[in-house]
């Protein structure tokens, strides 16, 4: 039998050769059975050994091998694509040192530090930023966006808006460029630089940012603009009883009136009445809708080139809403009756005997709110008997002041309604009271008042009021700088919201209900 030259071959053939009957027949006859399991147990633990190390030495040249990564067939099977995230770089692999390990058979795929092009990933890449400029455009009323890099002939400068809390969303340029603003009869399309730029009146109803206030209808912002910046085509005189005049505006049609013709119209009043103003903004973000467009305006009708309310001319009132009287002949007696029966309310119809107007009795609810936070006392109590009046008020000027021991016969001015909608109130009138203390409030306004609109009161209790007024009268650019800039409004807001706590405070006191109100 010839020997085996190889360490492996001899352990197979030892093992084998004990299989032979001869070998272990000699084997059991002349060794101890203790010494012969000795011999066995060492040569199979050889062998495991031997076994051992030839699985280690091929798992470290399979190893070598993952190394040498870049020489492999790049299989894409088994290259997964690594994760970018959002500022476009890739992250480094994980090394084993974290407690991870490396698959064998991945290989990671880095960026150049320079590429001939942008990585195309949508969120991440800053587009290139290019002069573009706007011309104007040959429609009158179009309204485009004129950016920092042209400069309008004679634009006027805007204002310094500091902390006024509207201008929102606006795209800044680089530093020390002004922001976009929205200037009304421009449009915007291509064009070079050297055409002539035509002059543009900045409008005085002014709105930086992509939308107006939200309790301001669109309707309404088209009525302001044309109070505001709509040219003058004739001054009529107003209606009797009264120092307002009719400002004849140009522009399309909204109703004929008396001295307008088909021309929209607008009632001028004087410099001391500019709360109308401030009754407007009040009765939108409320969510009365009660008022007529209000703005401030200076013309150069009014003294010393003062500013003035302009109110727009609403043809569809009630054709006795011309003189200072209302378009309904009712007294505080009946009204206070009024009050008792809920006319109309929850659809249902009043009996003869009640006396009931067309007027729902929601309008008086909402009246009564109006009029107590501006202490308006020119519809529900024209003799001032509660409050105490000054030799300035109206009702001192005309001798009304000593009638208040008959109050049921007294009559109720300036209830005001539109020819098509009796059910409802419009507030005219609107002059308020800044300057009464909080000692002299007229709480006679709220008299027979058991229900209040959730709307409004949820306002007053929101603590936004203040800055939704902001907000809405900043758009009116000549009422703000009339009443000192934001400084003189926030003491007109301050006023208010102090009056709002107080109407709080009397609406729990008296257990008045809270009803939504929007019939």
């Excluded at 006859?29 to 076994?51: E, K, V």
């Excluded at 485009?144 to 204002?159: D, F, M, N, T, Y």
């Excluded at 002299?440 to 800055?467: C, D, M, T, Y």
């Amino acid at each position: 039998m010839n020997c085996p030259d190889k360490p492996g071959q001899l352990i197979n053939w030892f093992i084998c050769s004990l299989c032979v009957p001869r070998v272990r027949k000699l084997w059991s006859s002349r060794r101890p059975r203790t010494r012969r399991n000795l011999l066995l147990g060492t040569a199979c633990a050889i062998y495991l050994g031997f076994l051992v190390s030839q699985v280690g030495r091929a798992s470290h040249q399979r190893s070598r091998a993952v190394e040498k990564g870049p020489h492999l067939s790049r299989d894409t099977t088994q290259v997964p694509f690594p994760e970018i995230p959002l500022d476009g770089t890739l992250a480094p692999p994980e090394s084993p040192g974290n407690g991870t390990t490396l698959q064998p058979n991945v290989v990671y795929i880095t960026l150049r530090s320079k590429r001939s092009k942008p990585a195309n990933i949508r969120g991440t890449v800053k587009p290139k930023r290019r002069k573009k400029y706007a011309v104007a455009s040959p429609a009158p009323r179009q309204e485009a966006l004129i950016g920092p890099s042209l400069q309008l002939q004679e634009a006027a400068r805007v204002p310094d808006v500091e902390a006024h809390g509207y201008i929102q969303g606006g795209n800044l340029g680089k530093a020390g460029e002004r922001p976009w603003r929205l200037l009304p009869g421009l449009g915007a399309r291509g064009g070079s630089s050297d055409l002539p730029q035509p002059k543009v009146k900045e409008s005085n109803i002014r709105i930086y940012s992509e939308s107006a206030p939200s309790w301001l209808s669109k309707e309404d912002i088209r009525r302001m603009r044309l109070l505001a910046d709509g040219a003058v085509a004739g001054l009529q005189p107003g209606p009797s009883k009264s120092q307002a005049s009719l400002l004849v505006l140009e522009g399309g049609a909204t109703g004929t009136a008396p001295g307008c013709g088909p021309s929209p119209c607008g009632l001028l009043k004087q410099p001391l009445d500019m709360s109308e103003v401030f009754a407007f903004h009040l009765d939108r973000i409320l969510g009365l809708n009660r008022t007529l467009p209000s703005v401030s305006r200076k013309s150069e009708f009014t003294q010393d080139g003062r500013s003035s309310p302009l109110i727009l001319w609403d043809s569809s009132l009630s054709p006795t809403s011309t003189d200072t009287h209302s378009s309904v002949k009712l007294t505080w007696g009946a009204y206070q009756q009024l009050l008792k029966h809920k006319c109309w309310q929850n659809g249902r119809v009043p009996k003869p005997e009640w006396g009931c107007t067309e007027i729902h009795h929601h309008e008086w609810s909402k009246m009564a709110l109006f009029d107590f936070l501006l202490q308006i006392y020119n519809r529900l109590d024209t003799n001032c008997c509660g409050f105490r009046p000054r030799k300035e008020d109206a009702c001192v000027q005309n001798g009304l002041k000593p009638k208040c021991d008959k109050q049921d016969s007294v009559s109720l001015t300036h209830i005001i309604q539109r020819k098509h909608d009796p059910r409802h109130l419009v507030f005219i009138d609107n002059k308020g009271f800044f300057d009464r203390s909080e000692d002299n409030l007229n709480f006679k306004l709220l008299e027979g008042i058991k229900e209040f609109p959730e709307s409004a009161v949820s306002i007053l209790k929101s603590q936004h009021l203040r800055q939704k007024l902001l907000q809405s009268l900043f758009l009116d650019k000549v009422y703000w700088e009339s009443q000192g800039g934001r400084q003189g409004i926030e003491k007109l807001i301050d006023v208010v919201e102090q009056r709002a706590k107080i109407l709080l405070t009397y609406i729990n006191a008296h257990g008045a209900k809270v009803l939504p109100m929007n019939e």
